[in-house]
């Protein structure tokens, strides 16, 4: 298997590797969840994953921070391998960004509170400087002007973008995203993906669970469709949209682009 | 074409915005209010009525009792007993002769500025700590949970290298052992109330375990048996040579009982905590303790608050059942006082009573409406 690094508005793709699955298998009781995930992401790619539902995509991201455990094969992030050690799953979840389909904000903190709040504990950051930090990545998500407010006092697309930002302050070396557009109203998805392909032109390594394909289109390097708990086919997007291999994927691929 | 919708057209479109409107007056008065509430049909009006004259019955039965028959002052029983013919009601003057006790209990009368000294500086820092604008939160709650306690336990015990005579603890009594162990049962209940729902709901399977078996023994042993116990079993448990003091061990049967109780409470708001406040707060690299304390407790806690002022209440009428080891609480003292044989009037037992009742009831109102006032305050805003 050969990955094409497709160069995109400058984005590039290093031959450092940041996340290694090797044979990776999970069941949830009697039920096999990931089977043989093999698979390699390389500094500064931004890897599309889709496929139907139940079929595995969240717990393979999720497996990437140890939200879930694998029971088979090896997860290697940032030259760590995941094992039972509680203080290495907390390393490798400071450099591993994370956001999830439903925000997961505090809502007892502010906006701004719950930017700082892992820098501050986390990497024993001064408040102020922690603050500065925040503003900065809020500006980036475009809004600065919610920082006092309280996550349930904004919309969807607005709370998601406050979950990038609160990501980004820690400075992650890798972002996860698991279908961050799919709680969202039409009108909020595109302010969301704005955001996210912007991220991608910073260079920023990216793992995003989504359907929305056009996104795959404009910034993926890669595109990998899973079914069934496997990876079935992956592709860059071009050749993955315009001349898919597998049946499984003409099928999936028919149902979502119309 | 006018920007209203004429019944008849099926297609419509606007050409102007409306403007915002403001809404309809909310009440229409007291008479609507009433009319509304009271009266609104005839059942209505009639459970209105029938409501109007039992609450009649107990307020002007009090007022006859309390205030309009009652004797205020006086020397001995000649002054509540009913002769020529007037109706005796609370017998007042008893309760005044007998004051002093029911607060400190046989403490020196002399000695119990110190009691007070230390209701004083509790009061101002439980003031700067209850009311959520005062400022140096920190600060004040490093004093509450560290200083006080010892500052109060010198006060109260007294040391006699700083001219304070040694009060033993058996000579404490009335509304002030109340507080103290109501005091030292909230301390304690709810860290350790917090500390075991955590415990239950560990993945460590020991830890879970011990906790389980704390919570479900402490909840399936009444308190009077706890009390008991601690009072005549625990010294027979002891090494040879160690007495623990006679105040000391019914405190600790408390609080561990309300612990349990506490536990329970704040295990009910951990689990109402949606897993993905867990996941966010982990994928952040938080430890589980910066997690727990920084993220989950405080929405979890808010969430019990009028769960957790519910067992402080509990608790406060709960330490009434130590009369029955022998302790002079206030409900003790107030049961001993009755001997009083110089006091022996019919009218004795229901004053003392009634005034134990209105004791009780100013505490745990002030508990109940500071619980409401806090879950408004934390409402505001950010409610989802
Ligand atoms: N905690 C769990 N216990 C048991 N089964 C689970 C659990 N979590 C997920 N599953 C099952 O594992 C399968 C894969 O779940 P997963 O969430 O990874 O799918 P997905 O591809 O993300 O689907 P979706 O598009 O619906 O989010 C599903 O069939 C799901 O029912
Ligand atoms: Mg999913």
Redesign the interface.
């Known amino acids: 298997m050969s990955i094409e690094a497709q160069e995109k508005k400058g984005m590039s793709v290093s031959d450092e590797v940041v996340v290694e699955m090797i044979d990776v298998n999970k069941w949830y009781g009697d039920f096999h969840v990931l089977r043989d995930i093999n698979l390699t992401v390389y500094r500064g790619e931004r890897i599309v994953i889709c496929g139907p539902s139940g079929s595995g995509k969240s717990t393979l991201i999720r497996c990437i921070n140890r939200l879930e455990e694998h029971q088979a094969g090896k997860i290697i992030v940032l030259g760590t391998e995941l094992t039972e050690d509680i203080k290495k799953i907390e390393e490798i979840r400071r450099e591993v960004g994370m956001v999830f389909q439903h925000f997961n904000l505090f809502p007892h903190l502010t906006v701004l509170e719950n930017c700082t709040l892992a820098p501050i504990w986390v990497k024993r950051m001064p408040k102020k400087e922690a603050e500065e930090i925040a503003m900065h990545f809020l500006e980036k998500v475009r809004i600065p002007d919610q920082a006092h407010k309280y996550p349930g006092q904004l919309s969807g697309g607005q709370q998601q973008r406050v979950a990038i930002a609160r990501s980004l302050c820690m400075n992650p070396q890798v972002m996860l995203f698991d279908e961050p557009t799919s709680a969202l109203d039409p009108e909020m998805i595109k302010e969301v993906l704005d955001v996210m392909v912007d991220l991608a032109e910073s260079g920023m390594t990216m793992l995003v669970v989504t359907h929305e394909m056009g996104f795959a289109r404009q910034v993926a390097n890669r595109v990998i469709f899973m079914d069934q708990g496997q990876i079935v086919e992956q592709n860059e997007p071009e050749e993955f949209f315009t001349n898919p291999k597998s049946d499984r994927t003409k099928l999936f691929l028919s149902q979502i682009l119309h | 074409m006018t920007d209203t919708v004429k019944e008849h057209k099926r297609s419509f479109y606007r050409t102007e915005m409306l403007p915002p409107k403001p809404p309809p007056p909310a009440s229409t008065g007291v008479l609507g209010w009433m009319r509304e509430n009271l009266f609104s049909s005839w059942w209505h009006t009639i459970l209105t009525f029938v409501g109007l004259y039992i609450i009649w019955l107990i307020v002007s039965f009090l007022v006859q009792f309390a205030i309009i028959d009652a004797v205020w002052s006086g020397q001995d029983r000649t002054a509540c007993l009913a002769d020529g013919g007037r109706e005796i009601g609370a017998c007042w003057a008893f309760i005044r002769v007998w004051h002093n006790k029911y607060m400190f209990g046989f403490y020196p009368e002399d000695q119990q500025w110190r009691v007070l000294v230390v209701y004083a500086i509790g009061a101002v820092l439980l003031a700067f700590l209850l009311i959520p604008r005062a400022p140096g939160k920190r600060l004040v709650m490093l004093l509450l949970f560290v200083i006080y306690p010892v500052l109060a336990y010198i006060l109260l015990y007294g040391m006699s290298s700083l001219g304070l005579p040694v009060i033993e603890t058996t000579r404490w009594g009335g509304l002030m052992l109340t507080l103290v162990i109501a005091a030292v049962g909230i301390v304690i209940s709810l860290p350790l109330g917090i500390l075991f729902a955590l415990g239950r709901r560990s993945q460590m399977p020991v830890i879970r375990f011990i906790s389980i078996i704390f919570i479900e023994f402490w909840r399936g042993v009444p308190l009077i048996t706890v009390l008991f116990m601690s009072s005549v079993m625990l010294p027979l448990f002891l090494p040879e040579g160690v007495t623990l003091d006679k105040v000391i061990r019914p405190l600790v049967g408390v609080a561990l009982f309300a612990s349990a109780y506490m536990a329970e409470v704040v295990r009910g708001g951990l689990q109402a905590i949606p897993k ?2 867990y ?9 589980y303790w ?1 997690m727990m304390l ?2 989950i407790l ?2 979890a806690l ?1 969430m019990v608050i009028p769960g957790i002022v519910n067992t402080f209440i509990g608790l406060f009428k709960d330490t009434s059942l130590v009369s029955i080891i022998g302790l002079f609480d206030l409900l003790g003292i107030a049961q001993a006082s009755l001997a009083d044989a110089k006091w022996a009037t019919p009218v004795t037992a229901p004053t003392v009573y009634l005034y134990l009742a209105l004791v009780y009831w100013v505490f745990c109102f002030g508990m109940s409406r500071y619980s409401i006032f806090m879950e408004n305050y934390l409402h505001t ?4």
């Open positions: 993905g406040q996941e966010g707060a982990q994928a952040l690299g938080l430890t910066q920084l993220i405080p929405q808010k805003g950010h409610k989802r």
